[in-house]
Structure formats: C-alpha cells, structure tokens
C-alpha cells in the first residue's frame, strides 16, 4: 500500500481525512511477520517440528507415537512441512497432517507427492486467510490453449520449460493481474489443472514470482468465485511440438 510518514501532531487531521494512521511499531512488525511467514520453508528445521510433536503428544501421545516415526520418518515429516509452507499452505492442523500421512504410508515415499496429496485438505484453511467465507475468491486462470501448451511443455526432470518470449508475456500478465487486485485490497489466486499445478508453481517460484497457485479440484464447493483475469487470452503464442 502507498503511504506517507507523517509528524505525530498531525494525526488528527489525517485521521478527519479518513487517513488510516499506523504505528512505526506496527509497521515494522507487519513486515517482519510477512518476511517470517514467506520464509518459513527456510526457518523450520527438524528440531522446530519435534517441538510441535511434544506439544501435540500431550493431547494426542497415541497418534505421535503410532505415526512418527514409526510410519514417517522425523526428516520425512519436516520436509513434508517445508514443502507445504513452500507454498504458504498452513500446517497448524498438525494432527490432519500427521492421520493423512498415515494413511500413505507404504503408497507414498517422496516428501513432495506427501505434501501434493494433503493439499485438498489443507486448502480451505489457506483459502480462508485470504478471504472471508462471505467474501469471494477472485481467481487468475490461463487461458485454455496457454494451459494446454504448458502441459505439454513438462518434462520430468528439467520441469517446466518455456520459451523466453512466452515466458516474459506470461510473467508480465500475471503481474498486472496481481497488482491491480492488490490495488483494491484483494490477493489473487492463479488456478491451473491439477496436472499442471506443481509444475506452474515451481515455474513462477523459479523466476521470483510470488504467487498462490492451486488446482481447480483443490477449490472448496462451498466458496464463491470471481475470474478477474484470464493469462494468455489473445496472445499469439509459439508452436509447440510433442515430447
């Protein structure tokens, strides 16, 4: 948001302006809990989630005790909450995480299809912090020939790779779309095809993009939804040929 520093004398005139007037401490504790909560993946550590599994164990031992780590291991289970918080998903419901992650056990091993698999789960507790139950959910799309090219433009080792010039326009839409959402008080959601959507994510993530990115399946029923952009639609975009 733009802002001004202003005298402390000349508080009530801003505020009989309808100014919103902060603190200088609230400010810098905002924007220190915003560099915490973007940086959290980096910040947990294997000693951090062994604390949350004492305090849970007090109200739970035997669900602590029959999953960690005789199911998951504790570096599985901490990569499994960075790979989460990567993405900005909440993990405070520890004990969800921990009966779904019982649940794969023996049919998932890699921490990233874990974290893939709870996401539907834990979607709605994100979905919640960005926007009241009430209010709706104002979502970025791709248009469906950028989507489709983008599908077939992922390889299983090198991920997404897409041309430069693409890439440009692609980042430059999607940027416009979350400013101007930004500019009236909103946060968008870019949705994407659940194929796509891990590929996309590490895509933008890779070229510095901040973004909420989430598969159409993992959108809750019971929340209204408003398209405010759709990415691709009308640009000319380069020939793709089959891998």
Known sequence: MDAVWI?????????????????????????????LYAHAADLIGADDVQGLLDNLERSAPTLVESVVPKLVPLHVLTAVLRALLRERM???????????????????????????????ALAPQLLQQIAPLKESLH??????????????????????????????????????????????????????????????AAFLRAHGVEAIVMAVSELPDNRRVEIAASI????????QTDR
């Open 139 to 200: 979502l970025v799309t791709l248009a469906p020939d950028l989507e489709d090219l983008l599908s077939r433009s992922q390889h299983e080792s090198a991920g997404l790779i897409v041309d430069q010039g693409l890439t440009r326009q692609l980042l430059g839409q999607l940027n416009d779309a979350q400013e101007k959402l930004a500019a009236q008080g909103r946060q968008a959601v870019v949705v994407v095809s659940a194929a796509l959507r891990r590929g996309f």
């Open 7 to 35: 005298q402390p004398h000349q508080q009530p005139e801003a505020e009989a302006d309808d100014y919103v007037v902060v603190e200088p401490d609230s400010v810098i504790a905002t924007h220190l809990s915003q560099m």
């Open 232 to 239: 691709g639609k009308g640009t000319a975009l380069p020939p």
């Open 90 to 120: 909440p993990v405070a419901d520890l004990p969800r995480i921990l009966e779904d992650l019982a649940g794969m056990s023996g049919r998932l091993s890699d921490p990233g299809d874990m974290a893939e698999a709870l996401r539907p």
